[in-house]
């Protein structure tokens, strides 16, 4: 059930105590500022309190100087400045600084978002070519341009400067620009090196105004939140001041568009941006033109301000609808029987548009936990252009790289890539990603690991509680949202929600506390919820309003139970439907297993005493266990995440388990008749009373058991002296009826008994 392997939370301790008293804080947010390594009271200051005057001095980033002062130079000359920019939300957002930034020097300034599908990611030597044929005399680059080495020196040798302000990874060899902004440029002093482009901008609108320019830190902090920048040191102070002037914008554009998006302004946070505003941005450069974000962020008139935003809101409208068409799509490869036996998938389609194939390849990687490309062609002639996603630890860049030589296109990282490639090479791609799954030892559906931050109750779950740990926000890369890890006495009113029923809505209760839970894309968990024990929910509080009223709300991320999720498959007879499930059939009788074999495909077989148990999170019991030590010893090897039970025992078993009175007197008179009795005489015994061997040498040890019998030198003997006895007394005999009696709860009894006996064994 869970989707991660959770590690945490740390307990509160006696220094966190101290702390609390010295910050004058809550013990929790000093546990938790503590694990963030703000561990001393003026950090914690510096913290929660984030000052403008604490960004640094923009004067320090390379060539900041020699940047503003060619800049300046081209608005006094009124020489024409072009601001190349990019087409996603931090390129968009970056672009609409500079412009401000330039036109409030009194320049007249153009601009330029490359197309992603005629242009590509940025610099582009056509362009280029045609800014410089056209009359700019300054490029100013915003989010990109450290990679454009042939296209910047084309420029310059043709009388354009370039300056360019980008944040991206620096190339082995560096363009010759007139200026290069960039804060991780080499031997550079600059103290912080993961300014998003918006950041880097902003740096240089405050160079240019030799002041912080507060009016643009609402466009600084929507580029920094949607680049998914570590949200610390300047980053963190941008964040905190944007969000808050965000609120208030008055920004026409972005008036607008909270409209169509039914944004309340009051209410805007991190989350607002990175799910809200910003994808709404980068969908225009995924399936239209980012120029228009441009317009829509710097624009002077309502008219066109409520004519563009409802442009964005139409072209996300069909980004999501296009998303979702190509993912059903893509879904039903991802589940063929062939791609079933992969660890990697290759999925191709034809003209499924080519700006969303990340979104769909990330969503495949998700739902399989497969490493995933998907690619598309418009025509049969044409090359195949696509992206990946990784899932797990598995490196997709270093898969690839190697083979450069197959793709026409091709760059990323580790989680994600993009490329062209010819199809008469997309066989040869899918074998290099399954050779690459081997020699990284990937196993698909690897849960990777999360820690939680805090351990609550259900009735901390307060909005007071909401409120003391919003002093740690804005959250996000490297200042994450605390993860609450809880332990509910009780999970109740589980269902599903939502135009699919693909999220999950129940309440966690504790005492007299309720608080009401929602887990996005947590439906398939539900089923399980309803009948687990011991459940720990990790997620974060997030508060909710509706009509008027508000209230706490956990919003879950994964669920881990300790006890398994226990399934009845119990029936009379066996079904071909019980050997259906995709998971490990376990026996606890090898005649079982071998005459049970032709009812399983491809499904393992193992048995319940075998180490390699722990590899399955998914069980089904086949058979019934002899004893309930096998049920421990079962428990003892597997780590299950659910179990379903068939209990199987065939009724000639049932009916004959214990032999009856007139059993036990046959054998008895036998023995009294006819002693002793050599052990090889056995067979003929057990045809002459009509009994099976089993069943002789069952009552052969019970009436040991009981002294009727003994052992005299290599015979049986009977001893006359018996002391007689009930035989429930006798071992053995109770050990058979333990069994019987378990099989029969097992195979018969109510589900709240098997399930409280399975529970004991798997706690």
């Not at 454009?148 to 043709?158: K, L, N, R, S």
Request: charged share 20%; proline share 5%.
């Amino acid at each position: 059930m869970n989707h991660f392997t959770w590690t945490g939370p740390k307990a509160i301790d006696e220094q966190d105590q101290e702390f609390a008293k010295q910050i004058d804080q809550p013990v929790t947010i000093a546990h938790l500022l503590r694990q963030r390594g703000v561990a001393t009271p003026a950090a914690v200051n510096e913290f929660l309190h984030p000052e403008l005057s604490n960004l640094h001095d923009p004067f320090v980033l390379h060539d900041m100087q020699k940047a503003c002062d060619r800049i300046k130079a081209a608005v006094t000359a009124g020489e024409k400045i072009t601001i190349y920019g990019d087409y996603d939300a931090d390129g968009i957002t970056s672009t609409a600084i500079m412009k401000e930034a330039i036109e409030n020097l009194g320049g007249e300034v153009e601009f330029y978002i490359p197309n992603r599908f005629t242009d590509g990611y940025g610099p582009n030597m056509a362009v280029y070519k045609y800014l410089v044929e056209t009359g700019t005399k300054l490029i100013v680059t915003v989010d990109n341009g450290i990679t454009g080495h042939d296209e910047i020196a084309y420029a310059q040798d043709h009388g354009t400067d370039v300056i360019v302000t980008d944040h991206h990874e620096l190339p082995t060899v560096l363009p010759e620009a007139y200026a290069t902004v960039h804060a991780r440029y080499p031997d550079t002093a600059y103290p912080f090196g993961q300014l998003s482009g918006a950041g880097v901008a902003f740096k240089v609108a405050s160079a240019l105004m030799e002041d912080v320019p507060a009016d643009l830190l609402d466009l600084a902090a929507i580029g920094t939140l949607a680049d998914v920048m570590p949200l610390v040191d300047e980053n963190r102070i941008i964040a905190y001041y944007g969000l808050q002037q965000l609120q208030t914008t008055d920004r026409l554009g972005l008036q607008s568009l909270y409209q169509v998006a039914k944004i309340d302004p009051s209410t805007i946070n991190e989350e607002t941006v990175g799910f809200v505003i910003a994808p709404r941005l980068n969908a225009l450069g995924r399936v239209d033109d980012g120029t228009v974000g441009v317009t829509l962020l710097t624009t002077f008139d309502p008219d066109e301000a409520d004519t563009l935003a409802q442009q964005v809101e139409d072209t996300n409208t069909k980004r999501r609808s296009w998303v979702q068409d190509v993912v059903d799509q893509a879904l039903v490869q991802a589940r063929n029987s062939a791609n079933q036996q992969r660890r990697t998938l290759v999925i191709a389609g034809e003209g499924w548009h080519e700006g969303i194939l990340g979104i769909v390849a990330n969503r495949i990687a998700e739902d399989t936990g497969k490493p995933t490309i998907v690619l598309s062609r418009e025509k049969l002639t044409d090359d195949y252009k696509g992206s990946g996603r990784t899932a797990g630890a598995y490196n997709l860049f270093d898969a690839m790289d190697p083979h450069r030589e197959d793709y026409i296109k091709f760059g990323g990282h580790a989680a994600a890539v993009g490329l062209t490639i010819a199809a008469e090479q997309m066989a040869k791609l899918a074998a290099v990603l399954e050779q690459a799954a081997q020699d990284q030892q990937f196993k698909p559906g690897a849960k990777p690991t999360k820690a939680a931050d805090l351990a609550v109750t259900v009735p901390q779950l307060t909005l007071d509680f909401y409120g003391q740990l919003a002093v740690l926000a804005p959250f996000g890369t490297d200042n994450t949202q605390p993860i609450l890890a809880v332990q509910p006495e009780l999970v109740r009113g589980v269902q599903t929600m939502g135009q699919t029923n693909a999220h999950l809505r129940c309440q966690m209760v504790t005492g007299q506390s309720v608080v009401n839970t929602v887990g996005f894309n947590l439906a398939k968990s539900g089923a399980g919820l309803m009948n687990a024990q011991d459940v720990t929910m990790y997620g974060t509080l997030q508060k909710n309003t509706w009509q008027g009223r508000t209230t706490p709300q956990f919003q879950l991320m994964d669920i881990n139970v300790v006890t398994p999720v226990l399934n009845d498959l119990r029936s009379p007879s066996l079904q071909r439907s019980q050997f259906s499930l995709d998971a490990a059939y376990v026996f606890f009788q090898k005649a079982y297993a071998k005459r049970l074999a032709t009812y399983l495909n491809d499904q393992p077989r193992i048995m319940f005493d075998d180490p390699q148990l722990k590899q399955y999170t998914k069980l089904v019991l086949v058979d019934a266990p002899t004893s309930i030590q096998q049920l421990q010893e079962l428990g003892q090897n597997a780590v299950p995440e659910q179990v379903w039970v068939i209990f199987y025992a065939s009724q000639s078993l049932l009916s004959t388990a214990m032999p009856d009175k007139r059993m036990f007197g046959s054998v008895f008179n036998e023995f009294k008749a006819h002693t002793p009795v050599n052990p090889d005489q056995l067979p003929q015994i057990a045809k002459r009373l009509q009994l099976d061997m089993a069943t002789l040498r069952f009552i052969i040890q019970v009436f040991f058991d009981l002294g009727f019998l003994a052992m005299d030198g290599q015979a049986i003997t009977f001893q006359n002296d018996l002391t007689p006895q009930p035989l429930d007394q006798a071992p053995h005999y109770q050990a058979r009826l333990k069994h019987i009696q378990l099989v029969q709860t097992l195979q018969t009894g109510s589900w709240d008994k098997v399930r409280s006996i399975l529970n004991q064994q798997f706690h």
